[in-house]
């Protein structure tokens, strides 16, 4: 699939990847987006554990960062009128903390999470209508880019998008 997004194509859906690819139909990739069960949090760790080991010169850094897209509806978790530079200014937008790591060989991301704003977070009626877990709570920008550095979670625990308590 990533391959497949890299591929020149004057269009990347699933029915432009497989042909380029040389599948006979978008099925496989379709089912990888849509029904395919996996595990983000270890598909983070196995980067994280990559980067650390190929990437690593003595040199490296975690830089933490914020991608705001915009929203039309204040429906989605986070969703809230913030400040997106995408933007250019304050939007209705939905913002992603990430965590990269970072040396003079390269870089990989090795975590994620959503920033879910201070208003949003004491609003019940939005965290009901996203599905916001009870155990999220408000954390700030760079306290949700340190969340995904932390120790992980044993296995069988759910951990999600979310800084908990």
């Known amino acids: 699939m990533v391959s497949g997004l890299l591929m020149e194509l004057d269009d990347h859906n699933c029915w432009t990847i497989a042909e380029a690819a040389g599948h006979r139909g978008p099925h496989r990739l379709q089912h990888l987006l849509s029904?395919?069960?996996?595990?983000e949090q270890q598909v983070l760790d196995v980067a994280s554990a990559w980067a650390t080991r190929h990437l690593d010169d003595g040199g490296?850094?975690?830089?933490?960062d914020e991608t705001a897209d915009e929203k039309s509806s204040a429906n989605c978790v986070g969703a809230a009128r913030q400040y997106s530079g995408t933007a250019g200014g304050v939007a209705l937008c939905q913002v992603a903390v990430t965590l990269t790591y970072a040396t003079g060989r390269g870089h990989a991301l090795i975590g994620r999470a959503l920033y879910l704003p201070e208003a949003c977070a004491a609003d019940e009626e939005h965290r009901e209508l996203a599905g916001v877990p009870d155990e999220v709570m408000f954390a700030t920008k760079p306290a949700a880019g340190r969340y995904p550095a932390e120790?992980?979670?044993p296995?069988?625990?759910a951990r999600g998008l979310y800084s908990r308590r």
């Open 35 to 39: 029904r395919a069960v996996w595990d």
């Open 60 to 64: 490296a850094v975690l830089i933490v």
């Open 151 to 153: 120790p992980r979670a």
């Open 155 to 157: 296995p069988g625990e």
